[in-house]
C-alpha cells in the first residue's frame, strides 16, 4: 500500500480520528438514511433534515466522550429512529397527524400472507371500532379519518378539547390493547 500523496497526508495528520470517522460514516449511510425517512415522511426535505439532525447529534456525541462509540453506524440509526418518533409524539401532542407515504405498487406486490395478516389486522380493528362507544367512535373518526383538531371537535360536539383528548385515549388504549389478540 502507497502512503498518501503529499497533498492530502497533512489533512488526514491533523484530521481527528472522530472526525475522520464521521465523516465516513456520513458519506456511507446519509442516502440510505435518508431513503429510510423519506418512507416515513411525505416531504423529502424534512428526511433530509432529519437524517442532518442525526449526524449532528452523533458528532456531539462522539465530542462529549473520552471512549468511542462502539457501533457508531448502529447508533446512527437508533438516534433517527428516536428522532421521528419524537416528532411524531410532539405532532400527536399538537393535534397534527404525520402522514406517512405508501407506495400503491409495493402493496400489490406484497405476497399472499402479508396480504392474508393485513386484512386479519384490518379485521382485528374493526372488531375493536365496534366495541367503543358511540361518542368515543366518532371523535376517533373524525380525528383519524376527517383530519378534524381536537379544538373543531370540542365545538361540534359541545365538549371541553379535555374531554375530546381523553376520549381519544380511550380509543387509542383500546385498540392498542385488544388489536392485537381478538
Same mark, same amino acid.
Given at each position: 500500500?502507497?502512503?498518501?500523496?503529499?497533498?492530502?497526508?497533512?489533512?488526514?495528520?491533523?484530521?481527528?480520528?472522530?472526525?475522520?470517522?464521521?465523516?465516513?460514516?456520513? @458519506?456511507?449511510?446519509?442516502?440510505?438514511?435518508?431513503?429510510? =425517512?423519506? #418512507?416515513?415522511? /411525505?416531504?423529502?426535505?424534512? %428526511?433530509?433534515?432529519?437524517?442532518?439532525?442525526?449526524?449532528? #447529534?452523533?458528532?456531539?456525541?462522539?465530542?462529549?466522550?473520552?471512549?468511542? =462509540?462502539?457501533?457508531?453506524?448502529?447508533?446512527?440509526?437508533?438516534?433517527?429512529?428516536?428522532?421521528? @418518533?419524537?416528532?411524531?409524539?410532539?405532532?400527536?401532542?399538537?393535534?397534527? &397527524?404525520?402522514?406517512?407515504?405508501?407506495?400503491?405498487?409495493?402493496? /400489490?406486490?406484497?405476497?399472499?400472507?402479508?396480504?392474508?395478516?393485513?386484512?386479519? +389486522?384490518?379485521?382485528?380493528?374493526?372488531?375493536?371500532? &365496534? &366495541?367503543?362507544?358511540?361518542? !368515543?367512535?366518532?371523535?376517533?373518526?373524525?380525528?383519524?379519518?376527517?383530519?378534524?383538531?381536537?379544538?373543531? =371537535?370540542?365545538?361540534? !360536539?359541545?365538549?371541553?378539547?379535555? +374531554?375530546?383528548?381523553?376520549?381519544?385515549?380511550? %380509543?387509542? %388504549?383500546?385498540?392498542?390493547?385488544?388489536?392485537?389478540?381478538?
Amino acid at each position: 500500500m502507497s502512503p498518501p500523496s503529499p497533498s492530502i497526508a497533512p489533512v488526514l495528520e491533523d484530521a481527528e480520528p472522530a472526525a475522520l470517522g464521521i465523516e465516513m460514516i456520513y @458519506r456511507n449511510e446519509r442516502h440510505a438514511l435518508v431513503r429510510f =425517512i423519506t #418512507r416515513y415522511r /411525505s416531504n423529502p426535505e424534512d %428526511a433530509g433534515d432529519v437524517a442532518q439532525e442525526a449526524f449532528l #447529534r452523533l458528532a456531539q456525541s462522539e465530542q462529549g466522550r473520552s471512549d468511542a =462509540i462502539l457501533q457508531p453506524r448502529a447508533f446512527l440509526w437508533q438516534i433517527a429512529r428516536n428522532l421521528m @418518533r419524537n416528532q411524531a409524539k410532539s405532532a400527536a401532542g399538537r393535534g397534527e &397527524r404525520l402522514q406517512i407515504v405508501y407506495d400503491d405498487e409495493a402493496v /400489490s406486490d406484497a405476497n399472499e400472507v402479508a396480504r392474508l395478516e393485513a386484512r386479519d +389486522g384490518l379485521a382485528r380493528v374493526e372488531a375493536v371500532m &365496534r &366495541r367503543m362507544k358511540p361518542k !368515543t367512535r366518532e371523535i376517533f373518526m373524525a380525528v383519524r379519518l376527517d383530519g378534524m383538531s381536537y379544538a373543531e =371537535i370540542a365545538e361540534r !360536539t359541545g365538549m371541553t378539547v379535555s +374531554g375530546v383528548e381523553k376520549q381519544m385515549a380511550k %380509543a387509542m %388504549a383500546m385498540l392498542l390493547k385488544n388489536a392485537g389478540r381478538d
